[in-house]
RNA sequence: GCGCCCGUAGCUCAGCUGGAUAGAGCGUUGGCCUCCGGAGCCAAAGGUCAGAGGUUCGAAUCCUCUCGGGCGCGCCA
């Protein structure tokens, strides 16, 4: 509806060009947008405001040159001037239930359009190293990316979900020593944990799945490990420390052994990870190895474009780039005055490979205290030649969890963190998922844990599906007593749904698709779960205002059709947050 | 010190690329169950949109500054 009006618009603009009252270079955007107030009609632009300036004249009189060159249309019934320049629409009274027909007939297809058409843009999202489980600050990210995806994939767009996989670096390896150690005391010897390891519960069961694996074949005494290594912190430094225990592993094991450390560590918390994810509703097209560009060798060849562009220069043996000429706020290295390349530097690699991959818009969901990250990504991809306007990053601020109204105190280092897993088991996945995109991504997020599990009103989750569930009762309720719901009655009598609790669903109804084109766009699912809400809540209202079993089967099958309309759209709003839509609760 | 995000009702937040009288939920107060699920509905009270300038027909929205809160500023990942 909004759409035709533009069309509208469009060609009365185009008239008044040809008639010289505006100027013919003028470009303006048509905006057509609801009408808060019905006085003012159903829909309303400010088109004539706009062109007041460049046009030199007064917004009154364009608006009614431009109503005068409006080409008529039997959905429209009454065109305005009003207030400074508005120009407010009034549709037919039958062009509303017609919405309840179009639902009736897309079915999930409802709200789903073309307007990607069929662009490959890629979502990478969550992303996080692979050093241990989930926990509830990727959670929101999970949630916000997928959401972000889903959406993108409703309006058109091929949409390619990827999760890099950190399993080239540092990080890696310290992982890969705790599972080695606490696998040797699974052995039998006694081992004095680096205060830098991994201490979390998960190590322990990987190292009892290793030595399933290998029996005591890569067992060592503790005695030769630890012999004249430097001293783990407070004495001395922990990180040189964990740094000689790991080349210490290397030397005692050999590569292929410490390898096989390595791997099974790497593989056992990504499968966990997967599991986790897809619990949680979340799945990929592809999780990127960073290994694999080390070993195809993309990390040097992005370095190495990057020379012969002559962006980068040597500086204390390493090799620095420049992106402070691309805007970032100083240079940074991306080889290492040992020889090693910086995380910095296969990220190059992999965003330059994102785009030689050919695709048209490539968006990041990082944390957000990443944020600092953000110029000098781009500042390499500008070097390397790539449009940077196709490259988006969206930062998600963090979620504290609230619980009895105190914060719930989170920490990584006693490696008792709040999971993901845990926090799912705790108030299940379709809570966890509403609440974490229910906020504009740059607000920080209170997760009331209370909130998301009472089965309350209060709860907008609860209130949501229970609209849904309330539908599907009245279905059954209706079978119950024998009644068949006539559905190509109920269209032909949707003219009978005259009463103010049908008209405000009508309206609700068929902007849905505005809607989800707009969260698309902006990349906000929290017009979704907003939206969900009050479609909820004008149906509860309608529920008690009316009953829809009624005697007259014309009304009856009409408003039968109005609220099974109304079931498709929650259903299909929230598949979209990955949220289920219960027949009962 | 520099950079990014945030500041709207007692609390948690919406407010669409600037638009007509700033909206929800919770909480508070007062109503609605012989009836399709009361896990629901209705009503009332509650605001100097942090503050000050600026841009224009018009600013919660855009720009600048100030104040307050969060986060980040490694040859870590």
């Given at each position: 509806m909004k759409d035709h009006i533009q069309t509208l618009l469009s060609a009365a603009l185009d008239r008044l060009r040809d008639q010289g009252l505006?100027?013919?270079d003028t470009e303006v955007a048509v905006h057509v947008e609801r009408t808060r107030d019905r006085r003012h009609g159903d829909f309303a632009t400010n088109l004539a405001m706009a062109l007041a300036r460049p046009a030199r004249r007064n917004p009154r009189e364009i608006a009614q040159a431009l109503v005068a060159a409006l080409p008529s249309s039997p959905e429209i019934e009454r065109v305005e001037i009003a207030g400074p320049g508005f120009i407010n629409f009034t549709l037919v009274?039958?062009?509303?239930?017609r919405v309840v027909s179009h639902i009736l007939e897309a079915g999930?297809?409802?709200?789903?359009?073309?307007?990607?058409?069929?662009r490959r843009v890629q979502v990478e999202f969550v992303?996080?190293?692979?050093?241990g489980p989930l926990h509830v600050g990727h959670g929101r990210g999970a949630a916000y990316g997928a959401a972000v995806a889903d959406l993108l994939a409703a309006v058109g767009y091929q949409v390619h979900r990827e999760y890099y996989v950190n399993d080239a670096g540092r990080q890696m390896n310290i992982l890969a020593v705790s599972v080695w150690l606490r696998y040797l005391e699974a052995c039998g010897e006694t081992v004095p944990f680096?205060?830098?390891?991994?201490?979390?519960?998960y190590v322990r069961g990987i190292a009892a799945r290793l030595r399933e694996a290998v029996?005591?074949?890569?067992c060592r005494p503790a005695g030769e490990v630890f012999a004249d290594l430097p001293p783990d912190a407070?004495?001395?430094?922990k990180e040189v420390h964990i740094d000689a225990l790991i080349a210490r592993a290397k030397a005692l094991l050999g590569e292929a052994e410490w390898r096989e450390v390595f791997d099974l560590g790497l593989s056992a918390i990504l499968e966990d990870i997967r599991e986790d994810l897809e619990a949680f509703g979340v799945v990929y097209e592809a999780w990127f190895s960073e290994r694999s560009l080390v070993a195809s060798g993309a990390v040097e060849r992005a370095v190495e474009r990057l020379r012969e562009g002559g962006h980068t220069y040597e500086k204390g043996g390493a090799l620095w780039f420049r992106s402070s000429a691309f805007g970032d706020e100083k240079d940074r290295v991306l080889?290492?005055?040992?020889g090693e390349p910086t995380y910095f530097a296969s990220d190059v690699a992999y965003h330059l490979e994102k785009f030689e991959r050919g695709f048209e818009h490539v968006i990041d969901i990082w944390?957000?205290?990443?944020?600092?990250?953000v110029p000098r990504v781009r500042a390499a991809l500008q070097a390397l030649g790539c449009?940077?306007?196709?490259f988006e990053v969206l930062l998600v601020q963090f979620a504290v969890l609230y619980r009895g109204g105190e914060k719930v105190q989170m920490s990584t280092r006693s490696g008792e963190f709040v999971t993901l897993r845990q926090l799912r088991e705790e108030v299940g996945t379709d809570a966890a998922r509403f609440f974490y995109v229910m906020?504009?991504?740059?607000q920080h997020l209170d997760f009331d844990l209370d909130l998301a599990k009472s089965?309350?009103?209060?709860?907008p989750v609860y209130y949501i599906q229970y609209a849904h569930a309330r539908v599907c009762s009245v279905f059954r309720q209706a079978r119950e007593k024998g009644l068949v719901w006539d559905r190509v009655r109920g269209e032909a009598n949707l003219?009978?749904?005259?009463?103010g609790h049908e008209q405000a669903l009508f309206e609700r109804l068929s902007r849905y698709p505005e809607l989800v084109e707009a969260a698309a766009l902006a990349r906000e699912p929290h017009q979704i779960a907003h939206y969900l809400r009050e479609l909820a809540n004008d149906f509860h209202t309608y529920y008690n205002a009316h009953p829809?079993?009624?005697?007259e089967a014309e009304l009856r099958d009409a408003r039968l059709c109005l609220i099974e309309a109304v079931r498709q759209v929650i259903a299909n709003g929230l598949g979209l947050l990955g949220v289920s839509a219960p027949e009962s609760m």
């Open positions: 505006i100027p013919a009274p039958e062009a509303w239930p999930e297809a409802y709200g789903r359009s073309d307007i990607g058409a069929g992303s996080a190293n692979p050093t680096p205060s830098n390891g991994y201490r979390g519960d029996g005591e074949r890569l407070p004495q001395g430094d080889i290492r005055d040992n944390g957000a205290d990443h944020h600092g990250y449009d940077v306007d196709r906020r504009r991504c740059e089965q309350s009103a209060d709860n003219h009978r749904l005259v009463e829809f079993l009624v005697e």
